[in-house]
């Protein structure tokens, strides 16, 4: 009890930090978020995952959009595990996501950036397992990206309050 009592001691000075979650609604991030609409993606399977995985990231309100997000990719496939036939046993997808944020009623960009995943995979003999294994390596990039450009945009929008 007497070791516990110093502990219990030092609660009210934590609360007094000054320590603020990124999310909570004094910030503004939260509701910044929600107002950006995903405009641009690349017309490609790995574009529709990102444009899904942005749209559940920002979790998009039905009133009229502040900001504009424009995003581009490029996707690298390396072979990185050589098995003695020289077939590649492994392989690494760096996926670069560059972004732009548009403030809607000006056009005038707020932000841009890039970003960069990677993920790998192994390659197994039968096709459909090997095609199985690159799209679930598709699907990983795709949401650790949304993942990243959520967290850039609301470090900018915690540093930029009220824009």
Same mark, same amino acid.
């Given at each position: 009890? %007497? *070791?516990?009592?110093? &502990?219990?001691?030092? $609660? ?19 509701? *910044?978020?929600?107002? $950006?609409?995903?405009?641009? /993606?690349?017309? /490609? ?14 979790? %998009? ?6 900001? %504009?997000?424009?995003?581009?990719? +490029? ?7 050589? %098995? $003695? ?16 944020? /548009?403030?809607?009623?000006?056009? +005038? ?21 090997? &095609? ?8 990983? *990039?795709? /949401? ?6 959520? &967290?850039?945009?609301? +470090? ?8």
């Amino acid at each position: 009890m %007497r *070791a516990a009592l110093p &502990l219990l001691a030092m $609660v009210p000075l934590l609360a007094a930090c000054g320590f603020e979650p990124l999310y909570a609604e004094r910030t503004g991030v939260g509701p *910044a978020l929600s107002a $950006v609409q995903v405009a641009d /993606t690349p017309q /490609t399977r790995l574009g529709f995952l990102m444009r899904e995985q942005l749209g559940n990231a920002f979790a %998009r309100s039905d009133a009229p959009a502040r900001y %504009r997000l424009s995003v581009t990719t +490029r996707v690298v496939r390396a072979a990185r595990g050589v %098995r $003695v036939n020289n077939v590649a046993s492994r392989y690494e997808l760096d996926v670069t996501v560059g972004y732009t944020l /548009t403030e809607a009623a000006t056009n +005038r960009v707020a932000t841009q950036g890039s970003t960069l995943v990677q993920v790998s995979y192994a390659s197994a003999d039968p096709p459909y397992a090997g &095609l199985q294994a690159e799209q679930d390596a598709e699907e990983r *990039a795709a /949401t650790q990206a949304a993942v990243q450009l959520r &967290l850039e945009l609301s +470090r900018w929008f915690a540093a930029h309050p009220g824009v």
